[in-house]
């Protein structure tokens, strides 16, 4: 098949078109590297079935494609905060110019949705039938909203135009290729403890989430891109076990065998206060469920950094 990945530069795109190219497709990554490096797919550019296409997925896009995965987004607080209204754009344009194209050349389409449709949750663990609990004018909004209107336009799309769809709600998901300055906890808290720096609990670090290694991720995503019973998700895929960041800033010292301290800063407003996956849809539909346990995947991804940061970092800007 050829296949699109919106985002194919970044953390989780650049794995998914090693992944398809590994399987034997054609490949076209496109990305406007705002969070994404060339880096990640250099390894790729000389594998005459990949082509890289710096675009904004905001504006239109044409190719002759059989499916099409949008990752196109950027998913760290930090950098989704950055430009909260491209970020919005980012979503809502960039899902209608995936679903029109996908109209056009007839393919199937899948959304990188988010666990952050649950906001703070009341409901736990979460499961796809709940609706949520979004502040939609805080400062989160702009990604879990435009994450939410992207889902609304896929089932129109599939109910109005009958375009194939699939939406899959990933929960915080890391590993090695996570960059040294992208913000979120895991990537930040390994970078801190290797340089023995001090580790930046935000809150009193009581607050949950649950870690889904990479591969697991990027394995959930094709089995349901690729279902043939029609099963289009909404579909969770994380790690149903479950953390603390404090039990993670432990569990991260402890691997690195760091000199780190822990402080406490303020919590981000709206921070989510609990995150856990109910996998039986994937489970059931899929025939997944995550393999690699928390300590296998951050042994790896420390391993990742720990390289990274002896070797000066490699081309890591700001
Ligand atoms: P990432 O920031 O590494 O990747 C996002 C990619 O999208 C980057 O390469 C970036 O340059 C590109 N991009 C951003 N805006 C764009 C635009 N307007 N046009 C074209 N390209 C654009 O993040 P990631 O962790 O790889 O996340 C990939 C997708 O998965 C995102 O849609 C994200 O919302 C979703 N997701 C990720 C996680 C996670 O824990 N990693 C959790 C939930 C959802
Ligand atoms: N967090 C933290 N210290 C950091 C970065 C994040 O305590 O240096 C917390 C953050 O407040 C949140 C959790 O870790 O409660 C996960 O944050 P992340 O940005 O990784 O993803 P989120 O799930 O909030 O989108």
Known sequence: MRILVTGGAGFLGSHLCERLLGAGHEVICLDNLFTGRKANIAHLLD???????????????????????????????VHYQFNPIKTVKTSVMGAINVLGLAKRVKARVLQASTSEVYGDPSVHPQEESYWGNVNPIGIRSCYDEGKRVAETLFFDYHRQHGIEIRVIRIFNTYGPRMHPKDGRVVSNFIVQALNNDPITIYGEGQQTRSFCYRDDLIEGMIRLMDNQ????????????????????????????????????????????????PDITQARENLGWEPTVALEEGLKKTIAYFDDLLKSGGGDYPD
């Open 47 to 77: 594998d005459h079935n990949f082509e890289f296409v710096r675009h904004d997925i905001v504006d239109g896009f044409k190719a002759e494609v059989d499916q099409i995965y949008n990752l196109a987004c950027p998913a760290s607080p």
């Open 229 to 276: 019973i029609g099963y289009t998700g909404p579909c969770n895929i994380g790690n149903p076990g479950e953390f603390t960041i404090r039990e993670l800033a432990e569990k991260v010292i402890a691997l690195t065998g760091s000199k780190s301290k822990l402080v406490f800063e303020p919590l981000p407003s709206d921070d989510p206060k609990q995150r856990k």
